[in-house]
T-cell receptor, first 110, second 115 residues
Framework: KNEVEQSPQNLTAQEGEFITINCSYS?????LHWLQQHPGGGIVSLFM???GKKKHGRLIATINIQEKHSSLHITASHPRDSAVYIC????????????FGEGTQLTVNP | DAGVIQSPRHEVTEMGQEVTLRCKPI?????LFWYRQTMMRGLELLIY????????DSGMPEDRFSAKMPNASFSTLKIQPSEPRDSAVYFC?????????????FGSGTQLSVL
């Protein structure tokens, strides 16, 4: 069964803290997506990675294909980072159909 | 580029009425996806097109839903007749190609409420 699990479901942090959101998946994939959904509802693709690490500003995404695990890190968190973060994987058996995690609701307090 | 453009942003309709959602993908993108998001089920793929051809419509809930892509710059998702359980946010997304390693670009979504 193709599954994507995220943890934690909810995360509250103080401004400036280092944040980690985890994503595990059940079977082989070729790449993994990290998405951000703001309170207004819009969805932005943050990263698409198939190996190693990618960095964009204060955001870092890592993936370990062998361990079937990915992490999204936010350094020096800020209230504007408050959003839902979603990981999604296109399982090799499902073509371009993405399986989405349930999302992590992040709240960063000033 | 203006990004993926969806219209309308909000739609309120009565049960039984026809609803048409519209999407303009990013110019040059060959793949277009329609997603639905609800609190209960999260994000679900309804259908995706590659080069204007429907490739996978297995996520379309039932015959009341239909989608078309008459050309590379326009797609519609139609619900007829609409039901209250269709209330959700519908997102359109596009990518450069159909490969699973392509980054997705999402529209702002259409908030549909069926009363």
């Amino acid at each position: 069964k193709n599954e994507v699990e995220q943890s934690p479901q909810n995360l509250t942090a103080q401004e400036g803290e280092f944040i980690t959101i985890n994503c595990s998946y059940s079977v082989g994939i070729s790449a993994l997506h990290w998405l951000q959904q703001h309170p207004g509802g819009g969805i932005v693709s943050l990263f698409m990675l198939s190996s190693g690490k990618k960095k964009h500003g204060r955001l870092i995404a890592t993936i370990n294909i062998q361990e079937k695990h990915s992490s999204l890190h936010i350094t020096a968190s800020h209230p504007r980072d408050s959003a839902v973060y979603i990981c999604a994987a296109p399982f090799e058996t499902s073509g371009s159909r993405l399986t989405f995690g349930e999302g992590t609701q992040l709240t960063v307090n000033p | 580029d203006a990004g993926v453009i969806q219209s309308p942003r909000h739609e309120v309709t009565e049960m039984g009425q026809e609803v048409t959602l519209r999407c303009k993908p990013i110019s040059g993108h060959n793949s277009l996806f329609w997603y639905r998001q609800t609190m209960m089920r999260g994000l679900e793929l309804l259908i995706y097109f590659n080069n204007n051809v429907p490739i996978d419509d297995s996520g379309m809930p039932e015959d009341r839903f239909s989608a078309k892509m008459p050309n590379a710059s326009f797609s519609t998702l139609k619900i007829q007749p609409s039901e209250p359980r269709d209330s959700a946010v519908y997102f359109c997304a596009s990518s450069r190609d159909r490969g699973t390693n392509e980054k997705l670009f999402f529209g702002s979504g259409t908030q549909l409420s069926v009363l």
